[in-house]
């Protein structure tokens, strides 16, 4: 290391110029009087033995003022940094306590430009998906992401997949990838949101050709999640054909993401059970209204699987009979039913 990258490190430690120029002179003559180190570093005896107090206090010097005249020594380099390393190790647990109370959520965005690294970051992006994944892809691709979006249905997590350059009968293996798969021959941006806070999208040529010069652009930010995930679920989804849906879930089971709730609800509805859903949340329309509700569901408005029921095609609804009456329950956003959900526990009804 030059004297520069040296000198650039003890200014990061907070140390002045003159206080570096001080120190530096100090480690070279190894001890040595306030006089002599005033002379070498062309500052002042008095500011000298100002500095020697800071830099004893730190432990990067000891002043010996028990002899005549006072004398001043460095301390070994690997003892400062052994030090210094050991400081920094009792502090890491109250900083890690402090920025897992009070960081905000990072926003960034990548801009990525090449296929191999695209391929990298939807496994590493799926991996992290905890409630929610929407992701289209050709079909070639599926492969790379396959032990990531199998680990994701593992844990719970629903997958919506479209797979693309390719017909809902040709003979595809996605048993287990994906919650509800879906197949279109025709090609698509590669588009994934992951808890729609974070995702991917990269155009077709990027992720088909190898010598592309498109970019994909990889972010984090929560308010573009949901505008992609309504882009997916709205211009996409209905436009490519059911080729593959999970069984239902064994009940009772508690869902954070209402469209993993609105999906099975659907699967058992279609079954011909009955099932009852106790939602959390708030009342959309009144200020000071239910925070729960608990009841038989005897409808449900969704797009997820064929054959669709809703009105509009992002609209995903639970109809929810309770002793107080009927009332429709959405998810996060929730504006035209009568309650927004934070959380669904389904049930079956005995």
């Known amino acids: 290391m030059d004297d520069a990258a040296l000198i650039d490190l003890l200014q990061r430690f907070g140390f002045s110029d003159k206080e570096i120029d001080t120190y530096l002179t100090i480690l070279e003559l190894g001890e040595a009087k306030a006089s002599t180190i005033a002379d070498e570093a062309d500052v002042s005896k008095r500011y000298v033995y100002s500095i020697a107090e800071k830099l004893d206090d730190r432990g990067f010097v000891e002043v010996n003022d028990h002899a005549v005249p006072t004398t001043i020594r460095a301390k070994p380099p690997s003892d400062v940094v052994d030090s210094l ?103 698509m941006p590669t588009m994934l949101t992951v808890d729609q806070a974070a995702g991917l999208v990269a155009p077709t040529e990027m992720v088909t050709r190898s010598n592309s010069e498109a970019q994909a652009i990889v972010f984090a930010q929560e308010q573009l999640g949901p505008v992609l995930v309504g882009s997916f679920l709205g211009n996409y989804w209905p436009m490519a054909t059911e080729t593959y849906t999970c069984e239902p879930d064994e009940l009772p089971t508690a869902y954070g993401d209402f469209r993993h709730a609105a999906l099975q609800a659907t699967l058992h509805v279609r079954m011909g059970h009955e099932v009852r859903a106790r939602a959390t949340g708030r009342s959309v329309h009144l200020e000071d209204g239910r925070t729960e509700l608990n009841g038989r569901i005897v409808d449900v408005r969704q797009g997820l699987l064929e054959p669709a029921t809703n009105s509009f095609p992002v609209e995903n609804t639970l109809v929810v009979e309770t002793e107080d009456g009927t009332f429709s329950v959405g998810g996060q956003g929730a504006f035209i039913e009568d309650f927004e959900a934070e959380s669904v526990e389904l049930s079956l009804v005995e």
């Open 85 to 187: 390393s050991s400081d920094l190790e009792q502090m890491r647990p109250a900083l890690d306590a402090r920025f897992s109370r009070a960081a905000p959520r990072s926003e960034r965005f990548e801009v990525v430009k090449s296929r191999v690294t695209v391929v990298k970051r939807l496994a590493e992006l799926v991996a992290r998906a905890e409630t929610e994944v929407t992701l289209s892809v050709p079909y070639t691709l599926v492969d790379d992401v396959a032990d990531e979006l199998r680990d994701a249905v593992d844990r719970g997590v629903l997958v919506l997949l479209i797979v693309t350059g390719v017909g809902p009968t040709d003979p595809l293996e996605l048993s287990g990838l994906a919650s509800v798969v879906r197949a279109w021959e025709q090609p």
